[in-house]
């Protein structure tokens, strides 16, 4: 993967912060790379960088323009479509990791070829994977698992490599989504991966290495998540973990995006991860449990992250607040 950097970052109409968390995991683990951002008149979501025209941002040194939402579904907004042909105009190329691809929208992929842009669209393979073999492979493994989607996966395995490589322990993380992808350059879009083939792309992506080399995989969705168990299930499999996290953002009243599923308690989540894991490696165990007390005060942080420890005897932490040392002295 080529993809330009500094990035001009577009919001477009999110409707809310968490509709940009592609973006805000950009600006908070690549900062250096972040040049501005775009936002159209309804968009609900800052992530306090000057908001900049394409040209603007051009002038400013900025090589890519990153479609920084993730809408439900991964569409592509008809009134986006007049901006990312301003910002190849502007002298720009594209990325998005949506489901729908730039490249599929006539006016995008006419102006690209006129112009001689590339378009990147990340979440979509351009490789093919094999069946999972589901045999044990040398190398240790960590990956993270959530009561729900969006809950700090990705931010909880970026901090525990982070922490790793800065002891001197030899770690990588493996990006699973299009997030990931744009901040590491590399990895695997699982959710866009056919069925057959999800665990055998982690196999791919997570390959047999150094006895004392940790991969630490990003995880997706949640096995309790109608619409996205299957992703993780099969992500599971194919991780084969010797570790697992839990990531939680205990202040949701029910599954994102489904009003009608209430939230699995995280004893009953741990249980059902560590059946599916025991499949391909009888000695996953779970050695933290990452929260998300983005919205707790920090005395309710506090208090709750010590209740969680009491509750489950594993460290918990919340990578942003407390940073997750914690956890990485469970099993490093």
């Known amino acids: 993967m080529s993809i330009r950097t500094p990035y001009l970052l577009f919001l477009g109409n999110a409707a809310d912060p968490l509709a940009a968390k592609v973006a805000q995991g950009i600006r908070d683990w690549r900062p250096e790379n972040c040049v501005g951002q775009l936002r159209l008149e309804d968009c609900n979501a800052d992530l306090g960088l000057t908001d900049m025209s394409p040209e603007q941002a051009f002038a400013e040194g900025a090589k890519t323009m990153v479609v920084g939402v993730a809408n439900r579904g991964g569409v592509i907004d008809a009134s986006w479509v007049t901006v990312l042909v301003q910002a190849l105009e502007a002298g720009l190329d594209l990325a998005a990791g949506l489901h729908n691809k730039l490249a599929d929208v006539p006016e995008v992929a006419a102006a690209a070829k006129r112009l001689g842009r590339k378009i990147h669209d990340v979440r979509h393979p351009t490789r093919q994977y094999p069946v999972a073999a589901g045999s044990p492979r040398p190398g240790k493994r960590l990956l993270a698992v959530g009561t729900d989607c969006s809950c700090g996966k990705m931010y909880t395995t970026l901090a525990i490599e982070k922490e790793l490589r800065d002891r001197g322990i030899p770690a990588d993380f493996r990006a699973t989504g299009q997030t990931g992808i744009l901040i590491t350059g590399d990895g695997v879009s699982i959710d866009a991966v056919a069925s057959d083939f999800i665990s055998g792309s982690v196999e791919v992506h997570s390959p047999a290495n150094d006895e004392n080399h940790w991969d630490i995989i990003e995880g997706q969705g949640s096995l309790y998540h109608a619409s996205f168990a299957g992703v993780s299930l099969g992500l599971i499999h194919g991780s084969q973990p010797d570790a697992l996290v839990l990531c939680h953002e205990p202040t949701r009243t029910h599954m994102r995006g489904l009003p009608d599923f209430t939230l699995p308690s995280l004893e009953d989540c741990m249980d059902a991860n560590l059946r599916a894991a025991h499949l391909t490696n009888?000695?996953?165990?779970?050695?933290?449990?990452?929260?998300?007390?983005?919205?707790?005060?920090?005395?309710?942080?506090t208090a709750y992250l010590a209740k969680i420890e009491a509750e489950f005897g594993l460290p918990a932490v919340d990578p942003v607040r407390t940073g997750v040392a914690k956890i990485v002295d469970n099993f490093a």
């Open 282 to 301: 009888k000695n996953a165990k779970f050695v933290g449990i990452s929260i998300n007390t983005a919205k707790l005060s920090e005395a309710e942080a």
